[in-house]
């Protein structure tokens, strides 16, 4: 229990123990009800309905919120130019940025339309030229047997 350099002879401190105060809460009491008359008797309003029922009410004005007080602030015309021509200055520059990333998106989209026609006409043109289909019309010259079918020459 006691470290092995302490010696349990070693008169204790005192210690002094504070416990706290408690507060007693304050018992708040509601005030008593106490009927008013209004400053004034409003006028009560009776409105005959279409069907003839009959409707009797006060009329209450809505309640106006206080006008807010306009401030002038102290702002010269040099300061409101200043930072309108630079709002504008920045659209301006975030629409030539937006023009030309579309300029070179329409400068890829056209090339790759390119490249796709090349692909078909050049797949076009191997077919044309390796497939063994005869076309009964037109010039057929086969150096190799040397037939030539215009001039009517065979080997």
Known sequence: MYPEHVSRTTPQRAVDVHHPTPITPVVVQPAPLVPMQPGTVPAVASIVLP??????GYAITPVQPDPVATVKLAVSRAAVNTALGG????????GLLLLTSFIAALAAFIHQLIILAGVIFGGWIAVQVFSTRDHGSGTTVNIRKAIFKRNHFHS
Not at 51 to 56: A, F, H, I, P, S
Not at 87 to 94: Q, R
Request: aromatic share 8%; hydrophobic share 50%; net charge neutral.
């Open 51 to 56: 069907d003839g029922r009959v409707v009797t």
């Open 87 to 94: 709002v504008g200055f920045l659209a301006v520059c975030g």
